[in-house]
């Protein structure tokens, strides 16, 4: 116990005399640690704090240390278990599953949007910055592909219009062989594909197919005028009742005479037909 002090723990007033305050203070400047818990003046975070001074400078150091919500940082090497508690109390949803973001037409990628909130909660994004950096990505991949597709458009549009000036007035009757034979080699799916994706205005494909048609004659490829042609599943749908009950459809009594020559022919048409009207629109 300090020479200040009587034997019962009493401040000894006469040994302050007249400079009390002072001493008082000087007192309790060198020996705070008096006046603090035993654990709290023994730990180990103390030992370098040599006096009150020392105390406040430290405490005041640490305070700039503090963000706003008062949260430190963790450092680079510290445990994940820091990086949680830090990422939680700045804001960051408890799971991946807490992040919501505003539906954006077009952008229906449901993978990519739960490995980006997978990488977001990792990286300890707000709901907010998530929603933002992927509201970003979004809008960009819409509007490439939008732009893409307008620019394909319009290149398919062009080269269409130049592959029907090149054929001229062969164009008709090209356009038909090349219907006919997609219809006689395709499947129902083929030909559906080809009506619904709209590849068959493709200026390229057109080419190499009617090239390709030059090779067969209208009895290997059937009636290039439009018995052969790819319809909607109505339209297919029309074309099969009418060979199977029209007496002046060219098939009509092939397909009931087994020993007609294009009885084969008939059947096979039929049956394209009718699973063509099966397809899907």
């Not at 302050?16 to 035993?38: C, M, Q, S, T």
């Not at 229906?108 to 300890?124: L, Y």
């Not at 009418?242 to 060219?250: A, E, G, L, V």
């Amino acid at each position: 116990m300090s020479e200040l002090f009587k034997e019962d723990g009493s401040l000894d007033i006469d040994l302050l005399g007249e400079n009390h305050k002072e001493a008082i203070a000087k007192y309790v400047n060198d020996n705070y640690r008096d006046f603090l818990p035993e654990d709290a003046a023994t730990s180990a975070p103390m030992a370098p704090i040599k006096d009150l001074q020392s105390l406040a400078k430290s405490y005041l150091n640490a305070q700039e240390l503090i963000g706003k919500k008062g949260i430190i940082k963790p450092q680079d090497n510290d445990p994940d278990d820091k990086w949680d508690n830090y990422f939680r109390e700045l804001g960051r949803p408890d799971s991946v599953d807490g992040y919501e973001y505003d539906k954006v037409e077009g952008f229906d990628n449901e993978e990519f949007v739960k490995g980006f909130s997978e990488a977001a909660h990792t990286a300890g994004l707000t709901n907010k910055q998530a929603k933002t950096a992927l509201r970003f990505i979004q809008d960009r991949y819409v509007n490439e592909v939008t732009k893409y597709n307008n620019d394909y458009k319009t290149k398919m549009e062009k080269d269409w219009a130049d592959v029907q000036r090149e054929f001229g007035d062969k164009f008709e009757i090209n356009q038909k062989k090349v219907n006919a034979l997609i219809a006689k080699f395709g499947d129902a799916d083929l030909q559906a594909h080809i009506r619904s994706s709209g590849i068959g205005r493709d200026a390229k494909l057109f080419k190499f197919l009617s090239g390709l048609a030059d090779n067969f004659n209208e009895d290997m490829i059937g009636d290039i005028d439009g018995s052969s042609n790819v319809y909607t599943p109505r339209e297919a749908m029309s074309k099969a009742n009418d060979i199977m009950t029209n007496k002046n459809n060219s098939l009509y009594e092939a397909y009931y005479s087994a020993e007609h020559p294009r009885h084969k022919e008939a059947m096979d048409e039929v049956l394209r037909l009718y699973k063509m009207a099966d397809s899907k629109k």
